[in-house]
């Protein structure tokens, strides 16, 4: 299994966790749909606030499986991209698009049923000068993304893990998985287990 793949099973709880919390971005750039999960490598979009061409060429230019992460500059005034634009990116194969800015058309948007994380909507466009800059390291949400980090997201939020360690990461979230899973076995419904539970934990603390 390839570890992209092996990220698709993993929550972003879990990841973030393993990386302490460290990676997350801003809690304001959330899934348009709560059932939305999008997991692939970062093609890296630095643009203006409110000029989208070079956005445009980011999505010509990324290879299918490549999520885009954009650096909006956390812009919420003029959309980066809609519906139509959004659907571009879809047909071309893009696993999804993560931004620290917003969209429009977004009912349209929903209905492509396409991976899109952002801080909300917006009902101006941008404009398109040409100015930006593809595949070079950026900040969004927070998060400084180098081109080639993997980007998970869910309902939950978004986390970027460093390509240089993202195996000791996978490692450590697959444990954070299972500890979790076990956990949970042992205290649901037992008010016991519960009582030992919080226990153990307030002993530690």
């Known amino acids: 299994m390839s570890i992209i793949n092996s990220f698709k099973t993993i929550p972003t709880t879990c990841i973030s966790d393993a990386m302490t919390g460290l990676n997350n971005l801003n809690s304001s750039i959330k899934p348009l749909k709560e059932e939305y999960k999008v997991v692939g490598r970062a093609f890296t979009v630095k643009m203006p606030v409110g000029d989208n061409l070079v956005f445009l060429k980011a999505i010509k230019e990324a290879k299918p499986g490549d999520v885009l992460v954009v650096d ?3 812009d919420t005034y003029r959309a980066i991209a809609g519906d139509f634009i959004v659907g571009l990116a879809q047909t071309l ?4 698009i993560v931004v620290d800015g917003v969209i429009r058309d977004v009912v ?3 209905k492509l049923n396409f991976p899109v994380f952002c801080k909300g909507t917006a009902v101006a466009a941008s404009g398109k000068s040409g100015q930006g800059e593809l595949n070079v390291p950026i900040s969004c949400g927070g998060t400084t993304v180098h081109p ?4 998970v ?3 939950d939020g978004v986390v970027v893990i460093p390509k240089e360690h993202e195996q000791t990461i996978l490692t450590k979230a697959t444990e954070k998985v299972k500890f979790d899973e076990l956990r949970d076995q042992k205290v649901s419904g037992n008010r016991d287990e519960v009582i030992n539970y919080l226990n153990d934990f307030l002993s530690k603390s």
Do not use: E, F, L
């Open 108 to 110: 349209g948007v929903k």
């Open 153 to 155: 997201g869910d309902a």
């Open 148 to 151: 080639g980090d993997i980007i």
């Open 93 to 96: 194969g893009i696993n999804g």
């Open 72 to 74: 909006a500059k956390g």
